[in-house]
DNA sequence: GCAAAAGTGTTACACGTACACCCATGC
DNA sequence: GCATGGGTGTACGTGTAACACTTTTGC
């Protein structure tokens, strides 16, 4: 048996190259619904139909560097609040031309900033997605179930967020995004008996019907962090 | 702005193209020691030092069949009981030679099967790695760190186990793989309270020195899921 | 005062851990 | 009988869910 085939190139000069891009489900929370970025393709393949930001991958880029790069040229990189590696798609026909395998990722971008976009470019709901091009659907399946996942385990939500909220602000976005009702009541214990969450001290005048004016709360970190400590299997402690 | 970037292919002939290849971790448990598959490269770069098993992505295949394609090479197929997707590893300078993008994986096999290898491939304990090639330990130490943490919330110890076992047997595999001492009491009542574990009936002699004769016990299931119920943040109900 | 919204207290429940205790075998 | 390893019962700690109740505003 040979391990030809593990060897590095160049000894196979004449193997087909393969292409490869970076993608990219942007999300946010808007109008209580969770929303991803999407542009509108003006030439075939797949004329007219809705892309995710992104593009191919450069020669010197990592995978990382490629899709904030690409992403930079539809909203403002500083809006990123949160870019994560999901999974690499890579069926061969799934856009037409030379192979191209894909490496998709997840990006969020907090609820109170509003990007400058491109013409062709637009917000779309997720639960109602005009047509997509390509796989770009499945990437977008994929991404939002990352972000479901992350919010029951981890403090994602200062992704999606912005600096200063209320606990109803915050239990909107989150039920926005998990596609249920959260309590507001037991957000707030659950993500301040973690640590994730804190008061600032402020609160905001009451709505015009009245009630209680809320406190100000804000994310404790804004990096990823596993905040669920229920992990089993533990080390003996 | 323009989207040339994200248009098909063809329209830039002379851009680099990007070479794709496929690695795969491989663990098994044996000894009471967690595993890894390394094949011993003879020609450079990086001669002599070890290498993770896999290779250059076909042009008609997916990333997935394709290292399943290239570990047959290695092992019988059969004997893998999980394959999964890690990440993309795409620094530019990870291998010498023309560009390389790498999708890595995490394979598993039983404790009970005992391959037949090639003359340079072997199996060497993650905790004491020979020198290895490129970035391969770090894939490696990324396969580690994934097997670890769905031990603790999927039923992938299956994967790892032969079909039937004891529950001491198990113990000493979550043991090995999680790098500390697990109990068998809890182990078999969490995965028996999960519906991961079943007892087949059948029982086994006890050994030279005494002791009540062990049960045997099976996974009810051979399929990755998702056990820990807890996840936080869960629909009403 | 009353409705509305925010926030707290309390109880119930689920899960995992620790540890005492019982079981079945070899010698 | 006694050591040895297997297996069960029980108490406890911790974390979340559900819901009643209090607080603070607008009208």
Request: aromatic share 6%; net charge positive.
């Amino acid at each position: 048996m040979s391990h030809s085939n593990t060897e590095p190139r160049r000894d196979h000069p004449n193997v087909t190259p393969t292409g490869h891009e970076v993608l990219a489900g942007v999300l946010r929370i808007r109008a209580n619904r969770l929303q991803a970025l999407l542009w509108q393709r003006a030439k075939p393949p797949h004329p007219n139909r809705w892309s995710l930001p992104g593009g191919r991958l450069g020669p010197d880029e990592t995978v990382e560097y490629s899709i904030r790069r690409q992403l930079a040229e539809k909203v403002d990189v500083r809006e990123l609040t949160h870019v994560e590696q999901l999974s690499v798609f890579s069926s061969p026909d799934r856009i037409p031309g030379s192979r191209t395998v894909a490496t998709a990722f997840l990006g969020l971008i907090p609820s109170d900033t509003d990007p400058e976009l491109p013409d062709d470019t637009c917000w779309h709901p997720v639960d109602s997605l005009p047509e997509t091009a390509f796989d770009h659907e499945g990437i977008l399946l994929a991404a939002r179930e990352r972000l479901r996942a992350k919010l029951s385990y981890t403090n994602i939500g200062f992704a999606l967020a912005p600096p200063k909220f209320t606990v109803s602000e915050l239990r909107d976005i989150y039920s926005a995004a998990l596609g249920y009702r959260v309590s507001a009541t037991n957000l707030q214990r659950v993500l301040s008996r973690r640590g994730a969450l804190e008061a600032t001290g402020q609160t905001v005048a009451a709505g015009p019907s009245g009630g209680r004016p809320p406190a100000l709360f804000r994310f404790t970190s804004r990096d990823l962090q596993i905040t669920d400590a229920f992990a089993v299997l533990r080390p003996p402690g």
